[in-house]
Protein backbone atom coordinates (compact mmCIF):
# COMPACT_ATOMS: atom_id res chain seq x y z
CA UNK A 1 0.00 0.00 0.00
CA UNK A 2 1.07 3.45 -0.49
CA UNK A 3 2.60 5.41 2.09
CA UNK A 4 1.38 8.69 1.71
CA UNK A 5 -2.56 10.35 1.43
CA UNK A 6 -3.02 13.66 -0.48
CA UNK A 7 -6.27 15.54 -1.30
CA UNK A 8 -7.90 14.18 -4.45
CA UNK A 9 -8.06 17.67 -6.33
CA UNK A 10 -7.52 21.53 -6.00
CA UNK A 11 -7.66 24.42 -8.05
CA UNK A 12 -5.06 27.41 -8.16
CA UNK A 13 -5.25 30.55 -10.10
CA UNK A 14 -3.00 30.95 -12.83
CA UNK A 15 0.20 33.15 -11.93
CA UNK A 16 -0.50 32.13 -8.38
CA UNK A 17 1.27 29.59 -5.61
CA UNK A 18 0.15 26.01 -5.99
CA UNK A 19 0.42 24.25 -2.56
CA UNK A 20 -0.02 20.54 -2.53
CA UNK A 21 0.00 18.65 0.60
CA UNK A 22 1.20 15.50 1.54
CA UNK A 23 0.60 13.42 4.69
CA UNK A 24 3.18 10.41 5.44
CA UNK A 25 2.87 10.34 9.11
CA UNK A 26 4.53 6.52 8.74
CA UNK A 27 7.92 7.35 7.20
CA UNK A 28 11.08 6.18 8.64
CA UNK A 29 14.27 7.94 9.47
CA UNK A 30 16.04 7.59 6.34
CA UNK A 31 12.99 7.56 3.90
CA UNK A 32 13.23 10.17 1.54
CA UNK A 33 9.59 11.77 0.04
CA UNK A 34 9.35 12.16 -4.08
CA UNK A 35 7.35 14.30 -5.59
CA UNK A 36 6.31 13.11 -9.01
CA UNK A 37 3.37 14.74 -12.07
CA UNK A 38 1.93 13.14 -14.79
CA UNK A 39 0.21 15.18 -17.53
CA UNK A 40 -2.40 13.39 -18.88
CA UNK A 41 -1.30 9.96 -21.34
CA UNK A 42 2.78 10.86 -20.44
CA UNK A 43 4.59 8.61 -17.86
CA UNK A 44 5.42 10.95 -14.33
CA UNK A 45 7.51 13.42 -14.39
CA UNK A 46 10.51 13.94 -11.70
CA UNK A 47 9.75 17.45 -9.65
CA UNK A 48 11.88 17.02 -6.06
CA UNK A 49 12.79 14.95 -3.19
CA UNK A 50 13.94 15.76 0.10
CA UNK A 51 14.90 13.77 3.44
CA UNK A 52 14.54 16.59 6.22
CA UNK A 53 15.62 19.85 4.57
CA UNK A 54 13.41 22.06 2.68
CA UNK A 55 14.77 21.85 -0.67
CA UNK A 56 13.96 24.17 -4.30
CA UNK A 57 14.73 23.47 -7.67
CA UNK A 58 13.91 25.23 -10.54
CA UNK A 59 10.62 23.95 -10.74
CA UNK A 60 9.58 24.13 -7.03
CA UNK A 61 10.07 23.81 -3.37
CA UNK A 62 9.42 21.36 -1.21
CA UNK A 63 8.48 22.24 2.64
CA UNK A 64 8.93 19.25 5.07
CA UNK A 65 7.92 19.22 8.39
CA UNK A 66 10.14 18.86 11.39
CA UNK A 67 8.57 15.64 12.41
CA UNK A 68 8.39 14.27 8.80
CA UNK A 69 4.70 13.38 8.96
CA UNK A 70 3.92 15.80 6.32
CA UNK A 71 5.34 17.86 3.26
CA UNK A 72 4.05 20.67 0.81
CA UNK A 73 5.33 20.65 -3.03
CA UNK A 74 5.09 24.42 -3.71
CA UNK A 75 4.42 25.97 -7.37
CA UNK A 76 5.31 29.53 -7.20
CA UNK A 77 4.20 30.90 -10.12
CA UNK A 78 0.97 28.08 -11.48
CA UNK A 79 0.56 28.55 -15.21
CA UNK A 80 -2.15 26.49 -17.47
CA UNK A 81 1.04 23.80 -18.16
CA UNK A 82 1.16 22.59 -14.56
CA UNK A 83 -1.81 21.55 -14.95
CA UNK A 84 -1.21 17.36 -13.72
CA UNK A 85 -2.19 15.26 -11.22
CA UNK A 86 0.86 15.24 -8.85
CA UNK A 87 2.35 12.22 -6.41
CA UNK A 88 3.99 12.28 -3.32
CA UNK A 89 5.76 8.81 -2.60
CA UNK A 90 7.40 7.50 -0.35
CA UNK A 91 9.41 4.42 -1.35
CA UNK A 92 8.46 1.04 0.20
CA UNK A 93 10.69 -1.25 0.70
CA UNK A 94 10.65 -5.55 0.39
CA UNK A 95 13.98 -7.22 -1.28
CA UNK A 96 14.27 -3.78 -3.22
CA UNK A 97 12.86 -0.24 -2.81
CA UNK A 98 9.93 0.66 -4.62
CA UNK A 99 7.22 3.00 -6.07
CA UNK A 100 4.20 2.52 -4.92
CA UNK A 101 1.77 5.38 -6.14
CA UNK A 102 -1.53 6.99 -4.14
CA UNK A 103 -3.96 8.31 -5.72
CA UNK A 104 -2.25 11.94 -6.22
CA UNK A 105 -3.81 15.25 -6.03
CA UNK A 106 -5.31 16.13 -9.68
CA UNK A 107 -3.95 20.33 -9.72
CA UNK A 108 -6.23 22.19 -11.78
CA UNK A 109 -4.82 25.78 -12.82
CA UNK A 110 -7.68 28.28 -13.97
CA UNK A 111 -6.69 30.99 -16.68
CA UNK B 1 17.54 14.21 -16.33
CA UNK B 2 18.45 10.50 -18.08
CA UNK B 3 16.30 9.65 -20.59
CA UNK B 4 13.84 6.41 -20.51
CA UNK B 5 11.87 5.61 -24.42
CA UNK B 6 9.17 2.51 -24.45
CA UNK B 7 8.06 1.02 -27.75
CA UNK B 8 5.64 1.08 -29.34
CA UNK B 9 3.56 3.99 -27.60
CA UNK B 10 0.43 2.41 -28.63
CA UNK B 11 -0.78 -0.87 -29.95
CA UNK B 12 -3.93 -2.54 -30.79
CA UNK B 13 -4.40 -6.35 -31.05
CA UNK B 14 -6.54 -8.55 -31.57
CA UNK B 15 -8.26 -10.89 -28.39
CA UNK B 16 -6.08 -13.70 -28.06
CA UNK B 17 -2.77 -12.61 -29.73
CA UNK B 18 -0.28 -11.81 -27.68
CA UNK B 19 2.30 -8.09 -27.69
CA UNK B 20 5.41 -7.39 -26.80
CA UNK B 21 6.57 -3.81 -25.21
CA UNK B 22 10.14 -2.35 -24.90
CA UNK B 23 11.78 -0.15 -22.14
CA UNK B 24 14.86 1.15 -22.57
CA UNK B 25 17.69 3.32 -20.55
CA UNK B 26 19.18 5.86 -23.56
CA UNK B 27 21.94 7.06 -21.49
CA UNK B 28 22.52 5.31 -18.54
CA UNK B 29 22.57 1.68 -17.42
CA UNK B 30 19.94 0.21 -15.24
CA UNK B 31 20.14 -3.46 -13.18
CA UNK B 32 16.51 -2.53 -12.46
CA UNK B 33 13.50 -1.52 -14.23
CA UNK B 34 9.39 -1.69 -13.01
CA UNK B 35 6.63 -2.11 -15.03
CA UNK B 36 3.35 -0.15 -13.99
CA UNK B 37 -0.16 -0.33 -15.61
CA UNK B 38 -2.51 2.80 -15.15
CA UNK B 39 -6.42 2.30 -15.80
CA UNK B 40 -8.20 5.54 -16.62
CA UNK B 41 -8.42 7.86 -14.19
CA UNK B 42 -6.43 5.84 -11.86
CA UNK B 43 -3.62 5.95 -10.44
CA UNK B 44 -0.40 3.73 -11.55
CA UNK B 45 -0.30 0.64 -9.89
CA UNK B 46 2.97 -1.69 -9.83
CA UNK B 47 3.05 -5.08 -11.36
CA UNK B 48 6.63 -6.05 -11.29
CA UNK B 49 10.28 -5.27 -10.55
CA UNK B 50 12.75 -6.29 -13.54
CA UNK B 51 16.21 -7.57 -12.94
CA UNK B 52 19.12 -7.50 -15.21
CA UNK B 53 19.81 -11.24 -15.50
CA UNK B 54 17.38 -12.89 -13.04
CA UNK B 55 13.50 -13.44 -12.75
CA UNK B 56 11.16 -10.59 -12.55
CA UNK B 57 9.49 -9.85 -9.05
CA UNK B 58 5.65 -9.59 -9.38
CA UNK B 59 3.40 -7.85 -7.23
CA UNK B 60 0.72 -9.60 -5.36
CA UNK B 61 -2.35 -10.54 -7.66
CA UNK B 62 -0.40 -9.87 -11.22
CA UNK B 63 -0.37 -13.34 -13.17
CA UNK B 64 3.36 -14.05 -13.81
CA UNK B 65 2.32 -16.44 -16.61
CA UNK B 66 0.48 -13.64 -18.40
CA UNK B 67 2.89 -10.61 -18.32
CA UNK B 68 6.13 -12.03 -19.08
CA UNK B 69 9.25 -9.91 -18.54
CA UNK B 70 12.51 -10.25 -19.75
CA UNK B 71 15.46 -8.25 -19.00
CA UNK B 72 18.15 -9.41 -20.62
CA UNK B 73 20.60 -6.19 -20.36
CA UNK B 74 21.05 -3.35 -19.05
CA UNK B 75 19.32 -1.24 -21.24
CA UNK B 76 16.45 -3.14 -22.49
CA UNK B 77 13.47 -4.90 -20.20
CA UNK B 78 10.49 -6.39 -22.15
CA UNK B 79 6.91 -6.93 -21.12
CA UNK B 80 4.85 -9.37 -23.04
CA UNK B 81 1.53 -9.35 -22.82
CA UNK B 82 0.50 -13.09 -23.41
CA UNK B 83 -2.89 -13.97 -24.84
CA UNK B 84 -4.40 -10.55 -24.46
CA UNK B 85 -8.30 -9.46 -23.75
CA UNK B 86 -9.51 -6.85 -23.94
CA UNK B 87 -10.00 -6.30 -19.87
CA UNK B 88 -5.87 -5.92 -20.51
CA UNK B 89 -6.25 -2.77 -22.27
CA UNK B 90 -4.88 0.01 -20.30
CA UNK B 91 -1.48 2.01 -20.21
CA UNK B 92 1.52 0.23 -19.52
CA UNK B 93 4.87 2.43 -17.91
CA UNK B 94 8.02 1.46 -16.86
CA UNK B 95 10.62 3.37 -15.12
CA UNK B 96 14.35 2.49 -14.45
CA UNK B 97 16.82 3.15 -11.70
CA UNK B 98 19.85 5.08 -12.21
CA UNK B 99 22.25 2.69 -10.33
CA UNK B 100 24.26 5.99 -9.54
CA UNK B 101 23.85 7.15 -5.58
CA UNK B 102 23.04 10.77 -5.97
CA UNK B 103 21.97 13.07 -3.33
CA UNK B 104 21.59 10.55 -1.02
CA UNK B 105 19.58 8.36 -3.37
CA UNK B 106 19.39 6.55 -6.50
CA UNK B 107 16.85 8.59 -9.22
CA UNK B 108 14.25 6.64 -11.32
CA UNK B 109 12.99 7.80 -14.18
CA UNK B 110 9.29 7.05 -16.23
CA UNK B 111 9.03 6.04 -19.63
CA UNK B 112 6.44 7.92 -21.88
CA UNK B 113 4.55 4.68 -21.75
CA UNK B 114 2.63 2.50 -24.05
CA UNK B 115 -1.61 2.51 -24.60
CA UNK B 116 -2.45 -0.93 -25.58
CA UNK B 117 -6.00 -1.57 -26.58
CA UNK B 118 -7.21 -5.14 -27.02
CA UNK B 119 -9.95 -5.52 -29.28
Known amino acids: DAKTTQPPSMDCAEGRAANLPCNHS???????VYWYRQIHSQGPQYIIH???NNETNEMASLIITEDRKSSTLILPHATLRDTAVYYC????????????FGTGTRLKVLA | GAVVSQHPSWVICKSGTSVKIECRSL??????MFWYRQFPKQSLMLMAT?????????EQGVEKDKFLINHASLTLSTLTVTSAHPEDSSFYIC???????????????FGPGTRLTVT
Open chain 2, 95 to 109: SARDPLWTGGSYEQY
Open chain 1, 26 to 32: TISGNEY
Open chain 1, 50 to 52: GLK
Open chain 1, 89 to 100: IVRAYSGTYKYI
Open chain 2, 27 to 32: DFQATT
Open chain 2, 50 to 58: SNEGSKATY
